[in-house]
């Protein structure tokens, strides 16, 4: 599933969820509310980014 950084459309909520889980999942400290760090959210898109890459190069 591609993500795109918060847009207008309501999906910043799903988005704000998807970050804080998949930095869960890598160890990374982040709290439960509140902002999440630009450090995180940079790492998150960079990582997506990646395996979208990886996935169109592989068809």
Do not use: C
Request: no cysteine.
């Amino acid at each position: 599933m591609a993500v795109s950084p918060k847009g207008s459309d309501g999906s910043a909520k799903n988005t704000t969820k998807q970050i804080r889980k998949w930095a869960v999942g890598e160890g990374l400290e982040v709290s439960s509310r509140g902002r999440i760090s630009a450090e995180i959210e940079q790492a998150f898109y960079a990582a997506h980014a990646k395996k979208a890459q990886a996935e169109t190069a592989s068809v």
